[in-house]
């Protein structure tokens, strides 16, 4: 006798299709944690690429490329943005940004000028006035750190004196306070042992890193063998008693 039952289509249609999805999920989890590998090495070798000419790079933009680019221009030194309290250390802080007019360019750049760390009262630290005569900088060309949910809307609208602070970055709000068009990207300046700044950049992918791609890869894959195990389960014939009866 065979240890299963016939199944109905119906069941068999449904495990089959079950497993196919789970296993293709798990196979979509480990394609994303491998993309996201390789864009964390292609970010950890900008850092030491030949330096490009911004107007150029600007120009021809690429999502999976981060250029390291040399740029000349003024900053908009009454203008400056602090990220409050981003993942450096402990202690908070706050990430320095301002933006930068780029020579014969008709958008601003926003330029992050590196974290500078707390001393554990919550009081902003002490900036430095910028320099308001012709610079060139040099950095990495990248994605800003993101967008956040803020409760209570848009905090730069309802300040009106410089620094501005906001807990999250969002570049259409800047351009809309600064009532001129930014960039895509921003800016990130090169470590200067010279500077104030803490300048040890990463590629931000802190919500959902590589490992967590491959945890939920397993984590799908743990569910089309349960699918199977489970119809296995229910379809196995019961073994009858050969006990006698009294």
Do not use: C
């Not at 299709?17 to 993309?35: E, K, P, S």
């Not at 309290?85 to 958008?107: C, I, L, S, T, Y």
């Not at 956040?148 to 809307?153: A, H, P, T, V, Y």
């Not at 990130?188 to 992918?205: E, K, M, N, Q, S």
């Amino acid at each position: 006798m065979s240890w299963m039952r016939r199944p109905s289509w119906w069941s068999v249609l449904l495990t089959v299709a079950g497993a196919l999805v789970f296993v293709r999920l798990g196979i979509w989890q480990l394609h994303r944690a491998d993309y996201k590998d390789e864009l964390l090495r292609r970010y950890a070798a900008a850092a030491s690429a030949p330096v490009q000419d911004f107007a150029s790079a600007a120009a021809h933009p690429s999502q999976d490329v981060y250029p390291r680019v040399r740029v000349q221009g003024h900053y908009l030194a009454d203008r400056v943005y602090l990220l409050d309290n981003p993942k450096h250390d402990e202690r908070g802080g706050v990430e320095v940004f301002a933006p930068f007019q780029p020579d014969h360019q008709d958008r601003l750049l926003l330029v992050d000028l590196g974290f500078l760390p707390g001393n554990g009262s919550g009081a902003p630290p002490q900036l430095t006035p910028l320099p308001i005569d012709t610079q060139t900088l040099q950095g990495l060309y990248q994605p800003s750190p993101g967008n956040g949910l803020e409760m209570g809307g848009n905090a730069l609208a309802r300040q009106a004196q410089w620094p501005k602070t906001t807990i999250y970055l969002d570049l259409g709000q800047i351009a809309a306070d600064l009532h001129v068009p930014l960039y895509p990207r921003m800016l990130a300046l090169d470590p200067d042992p010279a500077a104030i700044y803490v300048r040890v950049h990463t590629l931000d992918l802190s919500s959902m890193p590589p490992a967590r791609h491959r945890a939920y890869a397993f984590q799908w894959f743990t569910f089309a063998l349960a699918a199977v195990v489970i119809f296995v389960v229910l379809h196995r014939t019961r073994r009858r008693s050969n006990k006698p009866r009294s």
